[in-house]
């Protein structure tokens, strides 16, 4: 479902635009709009970051962008507790948002994304504090091209072995 969504932004908002969309997640929005947070480069190679509302008239989806930054204007992103299983982040910009996404592995997909687009198109010095870095590495053994799945596999992993332990007898 998610490819879907994705490809249908690309086309129909981002597209017309000149944009790449790299990458989204859904966040907690009111009422019964769905709110997309997306991370596009635009053409002259700038990196948007952008609050995209979603919402269906008759058969028809619509888009709207109703909140955009960049990039390189974002002092840090904030992932609250890194030792606990989430959703909320804050990103520091002049102001701070406060941002709740639809899953932990989704707000850990979306600090990849943008520490790698840092890394490709501005190379600057911005803090991601408070999220653990084994999640947060491309070269990680946990990293994959479906980074979601294989950050749920690992915490199932950890919670599995923590059931033996306490299953078992010691003597």
Known sequence: MSSLVKE??????????????HEFIEVEGAGAQR????????????????MVKHW???REEKYEIVEKWFLKDLEMIDG??????????????QKVYNMEAY??????????TLNKLNATYLKKDFKI??????YLN????WSSSNRDFLVVMR?????????????????
Request: glycine residues 2%; aromatic residues 14%; charged residues 25%.
């Open 8 to 21: 249908d932004l690309a086309k129909r908002l981002f597209g017309p635009r000149r944009q790449t969309l």
């Open 138 to 141: 491309d070269d990680s053994i």
């Open 129 to 134: 504090v408070n999220f653990d870095d084994t």
């Open 56 to 58: 269906r008239v008759d």
């Open 155 to 171: 915490v199932c992993f950890y919670a599995s072995n923590l059931l033996c332990l306490s299953l078992c007898r010691f003597s």
């Open 80 to 93: 609250k507790e890194a030792d606990t299983d989430n959703p909320y982040f804050d990103m520091h910009f």
């Open 103 to 112: 899953s932990c592995a989704s707000k850990y997909t979306f600090a990849r």
């Open 35 to 50: 709110y997309y947070l997306c991370a596009a480069v635009t053409k002259s190679k700038e990196v948007e970051i952008c």
